[in-house]
């Protein structure tokens, strides 16, 4: 087996149908490959969804963990990947026809550890002027943190390692243990403070050990975008979660807790996601704001007053799930029933 591919999905049964339908037009002997859907509590009908594709593939797994966070998607699909590269992409992605081509050609040398292509982005509806304003670099080498977006032109190409995002990202299985798996990722709103700094980390780690990151244009996705996001709360909430991660690189180096960053700090790390923040809509320079400030003051404070919280932060690796999913909130969460929504969206 030459490929193992994770969707990780959470009750958004018509997106994992879409790339679930890209990923059977590929342009690729499918029986080189094996799909893993990774369940992580849906509600909704994406276990039919998923089973509907089963004959779509030559190897197929659906499997089902309602533990919230889509780490546990991560590990539970790695646990049981043969593929010697591991592939893992969002539930609201596409891949494109030669995604699949681009990854074997780019995997053809040993340093190379790990790899992505072009994540195009897919509006719901048309998206606000200001958008234009926070994209970085010039098109052809362009990348839009904020949304994932990521455009390094036409041709292979070394890229930084923490440029290999989640919606589109792939790893030689072995390194991908040998780093120790993920941190945490994705996490319901009533859990938000548990979230990591997810795949970012595993980023640092190839590039520490001496292995290359590639971008091939072969292999881009399309990367839906749901009007939500675009709201200030939308805004707002995805700073948050920045913050969280950044919060947690923090802790996590430094093993304490850290002074909370002044308000000019906050300003500063608000002005680089700007080309010229001087143009920047003052409601969405705000929204980002806010949301950073809070994420950093509730991250720091949960990690000084909850000692559950920061053995959860501080621990070796998160790959034995059993051993991570033991603070209390994990089981209040189960018991309330609150694992009905779409975690990704901020539902309930």
Known sequence: MEFSITIVTCNRAQSLARGLNALAGQDFDLSRCEIIVADNGSTDDTKQVAENFRDSFPNFTY????????????????????????CFIDDDAEPIPT????????????????????????????????????????????????????????????????????????????????????????????LLHFYGDGEVHVGREVAARGYKALYHP????????????????????????????????????????YSRPAEEEVIEMTRRYFTEPEKA????????????SAGFEK????????PAFRKWVLRENYLDLDSCYTHPAFDDYRQS???SGDWRRGGN
């Not at 881009?220 to 749901?226: C, E, L, N, R, T």
């Not at 909430?237 to 690189?249: V, Y």
């Not at 809509?281 to 950073?292: N, R, S, T």
Request: charged share 20%; glycine share 12%; net charge negative.
């Open 99 to 190: 995604w699949l081509a681009g990854l074997e050609d780019a995997y053809r040398h040993q340093i190379v550890g790990m790899v992505t292509g072009p994540i195009e982005l897919a509006f719901e509806s048309a998206p606000p002027d200001w958008l234009d304003s926070m994209k970085l670099g010039e098109p052809g080498s362009q990348t839009l943190p904020f949304l994932g977006m990521l455009d390094c032109g036409s041709s292979i190409m070394e890229i930084p390692a923490n440029f290999v995002w989640g919606t589109n990202f792939s790893i030689r299985r072995e390194l991908l243990l040998e780093i120790g798996g993920f941190h945490p990722g994705a996490m319901p709103p009533s």
């Open 218 to 257: 072969l292999a881009g996705v399309s990367h839906q975008i749901p009007q939500a996001r675009m709201t200030l709360a939308g805004i707002s909430a995805k700073f948050l979660t920045t913050a969280f991660a950044r919060s947690f690189q923090t802790l996590r180096k430094s093993g304490e807790a």
């Open 299 to 306: 991250h720091l404070s949960e990690f000084e007053n909850d």
């Open 337 to 339: 029933g609150s694992g």
């Open 63 to 86: 499997l089902f963990d309602a533990r919230p966070g889509q780490m546990v998607g991560w590990h539970r699909a790695l646990e049981i990947a043969q593929g010697v590269v591991t």
């Open 281 to 292: 809509p003052v409601e969405v320079f705000e929204a980002i704001k806010d949301g950073l």
